[in-house]
């Protein structure tokens, strides 16, 4: 039987103290040590044991852990006589930014000032070292919740000279979840005025520190060059792209499977698997997230455990205040299919709202996609990558977040649905207005006035609504070819009995159309005109069976009309 699992711990000296299951990732301390970077960004999915293994850097290398040989035998590390020597011979320095999510520039800073006070209470024997004078002295007081931003920004840079000369040696600085702030920034809108305090942080600490030996810092974006890291021409970067460290950040296939065997669950192996298998680093392929597979020993059971582990406001936001188009590669991906694009693994948080590649680089960094192949293109010159949704937990999260679009109480989307399936067109009406109403806006981009939002952003994120809520009966699609032209929305049933449906939508022009009236008929017209019932009818479904529903918008209003049909089918569907 495996050891007992100690689900969240991040602290590897608990984990160590109280043999607790770990899987042994020391070779990581070796790997990085040896390859003597002076600054190294890695970055991975969140959950991805970046926290522990920093937590480990620390105990292995800092004077606070000195003698404590006890958390590393028996690991890898501890075989090599040359890496037992070089335990606990550093001063290091260990900060953290995971909890720094303000929604506000002053509230963010504030955290990162309150966490710098944090370090200075707990390295406040250093004012009793002999080469601490008066001037020391008083920047050391100074540092406190309340200093200013110019002290704030020299304030690391500060205590690595100070514990540079207690201890007679430079320091290791250990910065974890880096970007956390820079996230938070960009969903509420102060990220500029962040980006510029960071750059100037990081310049300080990183680039002309003079007393720092090394340093590493995590996160989950690699964020441009152009924006907080302009100045630290002395970084190297990891992404999931790299060879380096490709296998020790996650878990990999064997890894699992012996810890399976461990736990005594072979047989489960192939149903782990198909849930939480899918991430790739480097070369590495089949590496699985930690949390999921931990969760799951422990409890035994199949369900989301990554995905539904922290907040996904960013990835909502960028799916919800995507263009037509984006909406429309989600719903593929979400049926099973590959996405085919150029990728920036730099991302440039201002480009995220109208650069078509800058989501897909955030959804991979973020380990929402998966590569299942990296090419380069000979016309092209640049690298292109095949994308998929990276397993069943992360689909299961995306149909719970869509669902949570239209979960309000204001928004009667259930009532619109069974409207739809039971063709009353009067409830679609008026279920359709209130939901236009509650979420017009939510669906915008934010840029511009809610009474001149774009109905497409709206719609097509109801389509994906329409996707999820009805994907046990319906094969929903949209902007595709069918007759002679592209419909907007098709529903096709994937059972006999239920009636299949082609939507179309058209905002309302004055110069084409006197009325709404006028506009939802033109939107039947264009369906009947182009055929769009021709790829329904190859795959076998009769025209009677068909129900065409137009849908016309102007603003946040909008009129529904139905076309007749001579034997129109009962809504005999699943839902209810």
């Known amino acids: 039987m495996g050891q007992t699992i100690a689900i969240g711990a991040q602290s590897f000296e608990y984990i160590r103290e109280n043999h607790y299951f770990f899987i042994d990732k020391t070779g990581f301390i070796k790997e990085w040590w040896e390859n003597g970077d002076a600054v190294t960004l890695i970055t991975r999915p969140r959950r991805f044991g970046k926290t522990l293994n920093l937590d480990m850097l620390n105990c292995f290398f800092s004077r606070k852990f000195q003698g404590r040989s006890d958390l590393f035998e028996g690991l890898s590390i501890w075989k090599e006589e040359k890496y037992r020597k070089l335990q606990g011979t550093y001063p290091v320095i260990f900060l953290s930014f995971a909890d720094i999510k303000g929604t506000t520039f002053a509230s963010t800073v504030q955290g990162i000032k309150y966490g710098i006070e944090k370090l200075y209470r707990t390295h406040k024997y250093l004012k009793n070292g002999t080469d601490m004078d008066e001037r020391d002295q008083a920047f050391f007081d100074a540092v406190t919740s309340e200093m200013s931003d110019d002290v704030a920004v020299l304030a690391l840079k500060y205590l690595s000279d100070y514990m540079s000369r207690y201890y ?34 990081f310049n300080s600490t990183f680039k002309t520190n003079p007393y720092m030996e090394r340093s590493i810092m995590t996160g989950i974006t690699r964020v441009s060059r152009e924006s907080i890291f302009s100045d630290l021409n002395n ?17 990999t296939e064997d890894e699992v499977f012996r810890a399976l065997d461990d736990f005594g669950m072979p047989e489960k192996k192939s149903e782990v698997r198909k849930w939480y298998d899918g991430f790739t680093f480097g070369s590495q392929k089949d590496v699985y997230n930690p949390w999921s597979i931990i969760n799951y020993m422990e409890t035994k059971e199949f369900r989301p455990y990554w995905a539904n582990s922290s907040s996904n406001s960013l ?22 299919g590959i996405l085919e694009t150029e990728i920036d693994e730099e991302i440039v948080f201002n480009q995220l709202g109208n650069n078509y590649g800058a989501v897909w680089s955030m959804l991979l960094a973020s380990g929402y996609l998966k590569v299942e192949e990296r090419y380069f293109s000979q016309e092209q010159g640049i690298f292109r990558y095949r994308l998929k949704l990276t397993n069943r937990e992360v689909s299961l999260m995306f149909r719970k977040m869509i669902r949570d679009w239209f979960s309000g109480d204001d928004v009667p989307s259930h009532a619109f ?36 939002t774009e109905p497409e952003r709206f719609y097509h994120g109801f389509v994906l609504g329409l996707m999820v809520e009805l994907e046990t009966d319906y094969r929903i699609t949209s902007n595709r070819e069918s007759g002679f032209g ?47 019932d021709s790829e329904l009818e190859a795959r076998g479904i009769s025209r009677d069976r068909i129900r065409h529903y137009g849908f016309a918008f102007e603003g946040k209003k909008v009129l529904i009309r139905g076309a007749s049909h001579p034997d129109p089918q009962p809504g005999a569907s699943s839902f209810s």
């Open 417 to 452: 649905l069974k409207a739809l399936l039971s063709d009353d067109v009067k409830a679609m009406n008026r279920c359709m207005n209130k939901i236009a109403l509650a979420t017009f806006s939510y669906f915008d981009t934010g840029k511009r006035p809610s009474g001149d």
């Open 168 to 201: 007679g040696k430079k320091v290791l600085i250990l910065l974890d979840k880096y970007d956390t702030p820079l996230q938070e920034a960009y969903v509420h809108g102060y990220r500029e005025e962040l980006a510029a305090f960071t750059c100037s942080l």
């Open 315 to 336: 990835v909502s936001l960028l799916i919800r205040q995507g263009n037509a188009e984006t909406k429309t590669i989600v719903e593929d991906l979400m049926n099973g």
């Open 486 to 532: 592209r419909y907007d929305v098709m529903l096709e049933p994937l059972r006999t009995g239920i009636p299949a449906f082609v939507l179309e939508f058209k905002v309302h022009d004055p110069e084409d159309e006197s009325t709404l009236e006028e506009t939802a008929a033109a939107a039947l017209k264009q369906i009947a005109v182009r055929n769009y």
């Open 235 to 251: 970084l190297t970067i990891v992404t999931a792209t790299s060879e380096k460290y490709c296998t020790q950040f996650g878990f």
